[in-house]
């Protein structure tokens, strides 16, 4: 069963900063891409970061410059490092992979951390 796990959410101040972690189990392989999407309450799940196995990255235009995505040396971690944080940052964030098959490709969702931002 392919599972994806996140930690490192929480209660940060308004300019703080969190790491989120993501670990994939199950035997996956294949890995296209990982990435963070978030969504907030009312909002519509949103691209967060990207990064492909050839390296290149993705961000939203609203944490261009705070936020920065990595893999692990370990294949199946990806992390997000979020910095100067916002009270608008404040939303529920999913870990997310996309698994290369010969016939499609296959997405997988964690199940989601809140992170919030808040005085």
């Known amino acids: 069963q392919v599972q994806l796990q996140e930690s490192g959410g929480g209660l940060v101040q308004p300019g703080g900063s969190l790491r989120l972690s993501c670990v994939a189990s199950g035997g996956i392989s294949n890995i296209n891409t990982m990435a963070w999407y978030r969504q907030a309450p009312g909002k519509q799940r949103e691209l967060v970061a990207e990064?492909?196995?050839?390296?290149?990255?993705t961000y939203a235009d609203s944490v261009k410059g705070r936020f920065a995505i990595s893999r692990g040396n370990a294949k199946n971690w990806v992390y997000l490092q979020m910095n100067s944080l916002k009270p608008e940052d404040t939303a529920d964030y999913y870990c997310?992979?996309?698994?290369?098959?010969?016939?499609?490709?296959?997405?997988?969702w964690g199940k989601g951390i809140l992170v919030t931002v808040s005085s």
């Open positions: 997310n992979i996309n698994v290369l098959t010969p016939d499609y490709g296959m997405d997988y």
């Open positions: 990064v492909t196995r050839g390296g290149s990255t």
